[in-house]
């Protein structure tokens, strides 16, 4: 079976999907900060819905990239997570 490492590896030599995938490159980095996030506090989606005040549904889609999350929920899950939220802008390359 082939891993999924091993296919991105190869499809990013093909320059359209290289191109759109840096067009979610925004995307997968709030994607990966809510997980680890959670995962760091040990919690399970559940978990983490509860002390939102919110569906275990919601978290599941902001975690696939589904749904984007506002600054007020970002600051929530901060806040249940036991975390500092810290937005910044960076030069563009």
Excluded: C
């Excluded at 995962?39 to 599941?60: D, F, G, Y």
């Excluded at 506002?70 to 997570?81: G, I």
Aim: net charge positive.
């Amino acid at each position: 079976m082939t891993k999924f490492s091993e296919l991105h590896d190869k499809w990013m030599k093909n320059s359209e999907y290289k191109r759109e995938y840096d067009a979610l490159e925004e995307e997968f980095a709030i994607m990966s900060s809510v997980i680890s996030a959670r995962v760091a506090a040990n919690l399970t989606q559940e978990e983490l819905a509860e002390r939102m005040h919110t569906s275990q549904a919601m978290i599941a889609r902001l975690e696939s990239g589904k749904q984007l999350p506002s600054t007020r929920t970002l600051e929530k899950l901060a806040k249940a997570t036991g975390t500092k939220l810290r937005i910044s802008f960076e030069k563009a390359a």
